[in-house]
């Protein structure tokens, strides 16, 4: 619309002193005097049309926003989703590893406990980050902190605890006495967050169907890549010659996952120095093909 309304006015502005300029009697135009005062009638109309592109433009802005505000002053709500704080291992992802994997037993502290056995997995370094994100939220967004506050959740612990570490934070920078700490219950979290989990849902089966090979494209895909994988995860300590195609490509969500937690965690590497930069770009590359096929 802007862009219409300016040419309009120089249509307009064109067309009123082009027939000026145009019914000026000269007499004879090939006279240096005549050119001159032709050029200068140009040059004339040239800083004319400038001025009026201008000033269309201006009027045409002060229309639009001369009295808006600042546009901070017009959000009324701010929905935000965020993914839970870095973790160690869900216990699913080393399902390709056998007990004594040193893949696996990374995970394990010095009296034994698997850092992976419950659903609280979250890192030191993931709380750090849900507080720090609260914290930066609650100074970008402090006038709707101030209104209401209010969250959902996946009911697995690393994710109830990354709100509530958020929202704290938000309470903290924004100045907000008694932020909700617990997620909004509707009987549906499982269902709503982890469908993929959720027995007798359409979505759980739709995933199971994908292990099994039961989607023809994932399990083209899955075959192609199979000697490959076999090859990666020998290097690991693993041979799984009879894993099924479609399971063996599914694993490499849970390789690309182990691989990221051990960047967080910093002190755990035997995967990503076992397996190598080419092998964990693969498992990179076939987790997103799968992620795909899933999402």
Not at 1 to 14: C, G, N, R, T
Not at 97 to 114: G, I, K, L, Y
Not at 262 to 275: I, M, P, Q
């Amino acid at each position: 619309l802007l862009k219409v309304e300016i040419k309009l006015h120089q249509s307009a502005a064109f067309a009123s002193h082009q027939s000026k300029a145009t019914s000026h009697s000269c007499g004879d135009r090939r006279r240096s005097g005549c050119r001159k005062k032709l050029q200068r009638q140009a040059a004339a109309l040239t800083r004319l049309l400038g001025r009026r592109r201008r000033a269309a433009m201006g009027q045409a802005l002060a229309a639009l926003c001369g009295n808006a505000k600042d546009p901070e002053d017009d959000v009324v709500g701010v929905s935000i989703l965020f993914r839970h704080g870095a973790r160690f291992p869900n216990k699913a992802e080393l399902d390709a590893f056998s007990s004594t994997n040193a893949v696996r037993t990374q995970w394990h502290t010095e009296s034994c406990d698997a850092l992976y056995a419950t659903d609280n997995n979250m890192t030191d370094t993931g709380r750090d980050q849900m507080t720090a994100l609260g914290e930066s939220l609650g100074g970008k967004y402090a006038a709707q902190a101030a209104r209401e506050l209010r969250w959902e959740s996946s009911p697995a612990g690393r994710c109830v605890e990354s709100g509530a570490l958020c929202l704290a934070g938000v309470a903290r920078s924004a100045n907000v006495d008694r932020p909700p700490l617990s997620p909004v219950e509707d009987g549906a979290r499982a269902a709503t967050f982890k469908a993929w989990d959720a027995k007798g849902t359409a979505y759980k089966e739709l995933v199971d169907g994908l292990k099994r090979g039961d989607d023809a494209a994932f399990n083209a895909t899955a075959r192609s890549r199979r000697g490959a994988l076999e090859r990666a995860y020998l290097k690991l300590g693993e041979d799984h010659g009879s894993v099924g195609d479609a399971q063996l490509l599914y694993w490499s969500c849970y390789a690309h996952c182990l691989a990221e937690a051990e960047a967080y965690d910093g002190a755990r590497d035997v995967l990503t120095k076992s397996a190598g930069p080419e092998a964990l770009e693969a498992f990179e590359a076939d987790a997103r093909n799968t992620w795909g096929r899933r999402f």
